[in-house]
């Protein structure tokens, strides 16, 4: 019995290594197919072929490829990921300058998403083929069916230019930005530390119309798998014992069938989290959130390599990490899985 | 009624060709079924639509999509402009009519690489198992580990921008989840008795792939390829807004998206069309999807 769940963790280990491993030669190729000389972007334009030389040898731009790739690894495993072009700084700083702001923005999407979509998905599952399933099952289509950047348009030019009810494009409005000292990066817990209201009030005001518009892609992914999950379970026989036996209708969902979904919410719902960056990327552009997605397209429209290579291997560490998040949550709390 | 209808036209053509085809009528029978049901109707519907506006866009077309007119620009819509007009003067609706030829090699040229790709990989991984299958799936698994939109977008900052980079991007990303579809179905019928059969009567490994395998897997690999348009179209639109896929002055409806970004404050017609376009087009694919799998899929009844 020991021995076996040992062999299951060196073979779920081994797995991830590979999958590391190719990850990290995807994003060397991305980084190598970029059609920008390294060596060029860090010396310019006008600089002579003895500096150029100069330079290519000390980042190894001359190296053959695959010593090229043993030491890009080898700096990755030194915690180097990189000097960004455009800033100067280290990738990894930018990016952890930038997170907060998309942590913030994914946090409250995720929120708004979980708390609708699950209540609306067991509503859904409960009045399987009435009228309000049908119109729960349109929401969510349309949520699956929506270019998420368009909804953020039109949600700014209903609520923000014709309504005036929300905060337009940014975290706080210009006069606000630098009002607060920046203690975590996280403006709502930066600004309530400060003890300034007006910043946090602004703050909660710009955050709700991209939250909510983020989070009604994920409401939609987790009503769907939460209608189907209950469906499942509503479906099978101890469902018809209990309420056989006389328990109440509200009970037996309650009780019995939301006590068998947990689980497997809880996992919808971390995997959801992470796809958020997808939306991010495209909200954070309509709304100029200063984030990790605008990170990343403002990079890949300069060419900035480094950073790019830097967040497309962030990206893939962190749905690997779901994934194992998500797979490790069934074995803790699902004893069937064991 | 209007199912009726079409059940005497469906004998009519049958009637008709004197050599029934069975695929032909198998074809039929699917369309019925689909046309039966509202919401998989209306996919069928609009797709079709907008292979025909694809088709016949300059008939269609009041205008000519690039004609710039300054002395007209960002006006709302009217008789004369149904949709409105751009910063430019542009018809915006004869601008989202040609669009639709956009749309249409996109969906196309990335069906043509994802569905082969992903049948072959899925199953041949499926067919020999072993190491081969254990590499497949690795490489499948790591193009999976990563949100479509995030690494089509990391490929077209390596291929540079543009719409051709842009529908290679999209094709590379696409084919995971096919593949792993086209794995799962090989597996579950390589060991069928008529599989054995014949291979006990010689047939090569190639042979048993192409002609009994590939057609089991097909049609939950087509109810897939439609369900993935949907997001494929929602891709090529993000990328165009994003300045990555196709370029202004292509009537894409992404780039159109992003062009009119700057006015749409105080002209909302700019972004609301080729959205809203975007958002049909979409929704039809995933309403088709859905209606396909259910007339495919005899296990869902």
Redesign the interface.
């Known amino acids: 019995m020991k021995s076996e769940s040992f062999t299951a963790f060196g073979r779920q280990a081994g797995t991830i290594f590979v999958t590391l491993v190719g990850l990290l030669v995807l994003t060397f190729c991305i980084g190598r197919m970029m059609p920008v000389d390294p060596v060029r972007a860090i010396i310019g334009e006008e600089a002579d072929q003895a500096t150029y030389e100069m330079v290519a040898e000390r980042i190894g731009a001359n190296l053959p490829i695959y010593q090229q790739f043993f030491r890009y690894v080898s700096d990755l495993l030194h915690g180097d990921f990189g000097t960004s072009i455009r800033t100067g700084q280290p990738v990894i700083n930018d990016i952890l300058h930038v997170m907060p702001a998309t942590i913030e923005l994914a946090t409250f999407a995720i929120l708004f998403g979980a708390g609708l979509g699950i209540p609306l998905g067991i509503l859904a599952a409960v009045k399987r083929n009435k009228p309000i399933d049908h119109v729960i099952r349109f929401l969510t289509l349309i949520g699956h069916s929506m270019p998420i950047f368009w909804t953020g348009m039109i949600g700014l030019i209903i609520f923000y230019a014709v309504l005036d009810l929300v905060g337009g494009g940014g975290r706080v409005s210009d006069f606000y930005i630098g009002m607060v000292p920046e203690t975590t990066g996280f403006l709502l817990i930066d600004s309530l530390i400060a003890g300034d209201w007006e910043v946090f009030w602004d703050a909660v005001n710009h955050l709700l119309l991209p939250a909510s518009i983020l989070g009604y892609s994920s409401m939609a992914y987790i009503t769907r798998m939460t209608r189907s999950f209950m469906l499942d379970q509503l479906n099978q026989e101890y469902i018809t014992t209990a309420r056989v036996k006389g328990l109440s209708k509200n009970r037996t969902i309650w009780h019995h069938a939301f006590a068998n979904i947990r689980v497997q919410l809880v996992t919808i719902v971390a995997l959801a989290y992470g796809s958020l960056l997808e939306g991010a990327v495209l909200i954070e552009t309509v709304f100029s959130w200063p984030g990790f997605g605008q990170y990343i397209t403002n990079n890949m429209l300069i060419g900035d390599m480094n950073a790019v290579m830097t967040c497309v291997l962030l990206v893939g560490i962190i749905f690997i990490a779901l994934n194992l998040l998500s797979d490790a949550l069934y074995k803790i709390f699902d004893p069937r899985t064991r | 009624m209007a199912i009726e209808t079409l059940n005497t036209q469906d004998r009519g053509m049958s009637a008709l060709l004197s050599n029934p085809n069975s695929s032909l009528r198998r074809l039929m029978a699917i369309i019925r079924e689909l046309l039966g049901n509202p919401s998989s109707g209306f996919g069928l519907i609009v797709i079709t639509i907008l292979l025909l506006t694809a088709l016949v866009a300059p008939l269609l077309a009041p205008y000519d999509p690039n004609a710039v007119n300054l002395g007209n620009v960002l006006q709302p819509p009217s008789a004369a402009h149904w949709f409105g007009t751009d910063e430019l003067g542009r018809d915006i609706m004869s601008r989202i009519i040609y669009g639709t030829r956009i749309s249409l090699t996109i969906i196309t040229i990335v069906s043509v690489i994802v569905g082969p790709v992903g049948l072959l990989v899925g199953t041949t991984a499926g067919y020999f198992g072993g190491w081969y299958d254990t590499v497949m799936m690795?490489?499948t698994?790591?193009f999976l580990?990563?949100?479509?939109?995030?690494?089509s977008?990391?490929?077209?900052?390596?291929?540079?921008?543009g719409l051709e980079n842009a529908i290679i991007a999209i094709g590379l990303t696409a084919w995971p989840p096919i593949a792993r579809l086209a794995r799962a179905e090989t597996l579950t019928f390589r060991n069928a008795d008529y599989i054995s059969a014949s291979r006990m009567q010689g047939a090569s490994s190639l042979r048993i792939i192409v002609k009994s395998i590939v057609p089991m897997c097909m049609p939950s690999v087509l109810v897939r390829i439609t369900l993935s348009m949907?997001t494929v179209i929602?891709t090529a639109?993000?990328l165009g807004?994003?300045?990555?896929g196709a370029q202004p002055p292509l009537p894409e409806w992404?780039a159109m998206?992003a062009t009119g970004?700057r006015y749409?404050?105080?002209n909302?017609w700019l972004?609301?069309f080729?959205?809203g376009a975007?958002?049909l087009v979409?929704?039809a694919f995933?309403?088709l999807g859905d209606g396909l799998r259910d007339a495919l899929d005899p296990k869902q009844h």
């Open positions: 690795r490489i698994d790591i580990s990563f949100p479509s939109l995030i690494l977008l990391a490929f077209v900052a390596a291929l540079g921008a949907a929602l639109a993000g807004f994003l300045g990555l992404g998206i970004r749409m404050l105080d909302w972004v609301a080729p959205g975007i958002l979409s929704l995933n309403l």
